[in-house]
């Protein structure tokens, strides 16, 4: 059985909280909510083992921007390396 727990923390001056996820005592998630909303809008990291495996941000809960993915293989050590980029825009309809 997997222990999960979360840690929440209020950004300073912002009205955003700082989310930390952690699974047998090691960080997998990192990302921002805004406090009135409970929305994802700002940065998100996602860990494997210790390494950063995939960054980007969110806006209003959408992915948006540049999202990086690194390779992180326990076979063929290459922690850090960028394996792919995407670069993920929500159509905007006025």
Known sequence: MRKLSEIIREAEHTDTQIHQ????GKMTEEYLIETKTGVKNGFYKRY????LIEEGNYQDG??????RKY???FS?????KLI???HNVDTIHW
Not at 48 to 51: C, W
Not at 62 to 67: E, L, M, S
């Open 21 to 24: 996820i952690y699974e047998e």
């Open 48 to 51: 494997e083992f210790d390494n």
């Open 62 to 67: 959408v992915k948006q921007g540049i999202w």
């Open 71 to 73: 390779n992180v293989s």
């Open 76 to 80: 063929y050590y290459e922690n850090g």
């Open 84 to 86: 792919e980029e995407k």
